[in-house]
Every structure is written in structure tokens, then in C-alpha cells.
């Protein structure tokens, strides 16, 4: 690319300041998000020219455009995906309050049918606590007597 083709090419370089924005695809690999770039050049006449070139086509990490307001970032450690406003109103741990992305976002069944949004941690977690339950019910049926909750 050649940025400094607005004075005939004449002018030569002396500084270029890329800006990328680094986030992770569902595998962990690293992606580089181009945001823009700053080229300062000095020209024939000896003066030191300064030239922007943005990147206005940017997306969420949700996939919508990003001329929409923005919601939050993922609160997992190394992530810092943004969502739209509309997505992220849905992509928080409803254990922890923790904002996902929807990469980190998990949906753990809580009952037939009844889905919600938790963090990594909080699903295995919460598992977990329903497999330690499931196996105590088991060990303690001889001696009492369970009544399922209404609705389940």
C-alpha cells in the first residue's frame, strides 16, 4: 500500500503508525484487525506531511456493523471482543454478572427447554454441582423420600 501517493509519489516516508486491533477466533489463533494508519512524509519541499487512512468499514465481534451503538466487551481474560448493544443485552453469566462475547458465551439447560447464558467457569461449576446432587440423591433415596418441584 502506498499511502503517500497523494503528492505524485515524490514524497518519501519517514514514519508509518499502523493501528490493528488483535482479538481471538473460536480456536484461540489470533486475528489482526486492520483499524488505520498514519504515514508522515517529507516532502520535495522539505516540509513533514502527516496522512490518515482510516478503516471505516468496522464490524462487532457479533457480526453486526459497528454504525450501531456499542454494548460491552468480554470479560474473559485475554478476549476483549466488543457486541453490539442489542447482542450483549443477552451475553452476560447469569451466575456471575460477568459480560461474555459470544464466543465465551455457554448455554447450560437448567431445566427441559429452559436454557440460560453462563461464563466457562460458572458452567462447569454449575455441572458439576448438578452431578454431585444427582449422585447424593442416589446414595440418600433408601433413607428419604424426594418430591420433584413443580414445573420440572
Known amino acids: 500500500m502506498r499511502f503517500h501517493s497523494s503528492s505524485g509519489g515524490r514524497g518519501r ?54 454504525d450501531q451503538p456499542p454494548g460491552g466487551c468480554c470479560g474473559e481474560p485475554g478476549c476483549g471482543r466488543t457486541s453490539c448493544a442489542e447482542c450483549f443485552k443477552d451475553l452476560v453469566c447469569r451466575n456471575c454478572r460477568k459480560p461474555l462475547c459470544g464466543q465465551h458465551a455457554k448455554r447450560l439447560e437448567i431445566s427441559t427447554g429452559v436454557f440460560v447464558t453462563v461464563c466457562f467457569d460458572c458452567s462447569v461449576t454449575l455441572k458439576r454441582r448438578r452431578i454431585l446432587t444427582a449422585i447424593g440423591r442416589v446414595l440418600a433415596r433408601p433413607f428419604i423420600t424426594f418430591n420433584k418441584p413443580e414445573g420440572a
Open 13 to 66: 516516508p519517514v514514519r508509518r503508525d499502523f493501528s490493528y486491533e488483535i482479538t481471538r477466533d473460536e480456536d484461540g489463533n489470533p486475528i489482526n484487525d486492520f483499524l488505520g494508519a498514519d504515514v508522515f512524509g517529507l516532502s520535495p519541499e522539505g516540509s513533514i506531511d502527516r496522512k490518515t487512512c482510516a478503516n471505516k468499514d468496522r464490524w462487532f465481534s457479533c457480526g453486526h456493523h459497528a
